[in-house]
């Protein structure tokens, strides 16, 4: 079982950028298929990104370009830069980690264990 702890959001103005963090407790992360996930107010959460466990990444096509995942095997972290943020950004942040090796990583059935989330605000 891993323990997830997302760290880093907070307020930045348009076209600034954050970096958040998910620290893992209980397992290491190259154990598992680590994604990011968000949920704006009155919205479904959505996919962002995920990192697998052959450190391949795959991001959302809206997002691509703008946000990075990586991971840090030492730290046992998982980190979301997010570079030229909008207002449109604003949500909250989750991680999410998958035990096993689900090819369907944009789907939040895939994953097993999530974070209490981190919340992002982008102001005009």
């Known amino acids: 079982q891993v323990q997830l702890v997302e760290s880093g959001g907070g307020s930045v103005q348009a076209g600034g950028s954050l970096r958040l963090l998910c620290h893992a407790s209980g397992r290491t992360v190259s154990d598992y298929n680590m994604a990011w996930f968000r949920q704006a107010p009155g919205k479904a959460r959505e996919f962002v990104a995920t990192i697998r466990r052959s450190r391949t990444t795959y991001y959302a096509d809206s997002l691509k370009g703008r946000f990075t995942i990586s991971r840090d095997n030492a730290k046992n972290t998982v980190y979301l830069q997010m570079n030229s943020l909008n207002p449109e950004d604003t949500a909250v942040y989750y991680c999410?980690?998958?035990?096993?090796?689900?090819?369907?990583?944009?789907?939040?059935?895939?994953?097993?264990?999530w974070g209490q989330g981190t919340q992002v605000t982008v102001s005009s």
């Open positions: 999410a980690a998958d035990k096993a090796s689900g090819i369907r990583y944009s789907l939040e059935m895939t994953y097993d264990y």
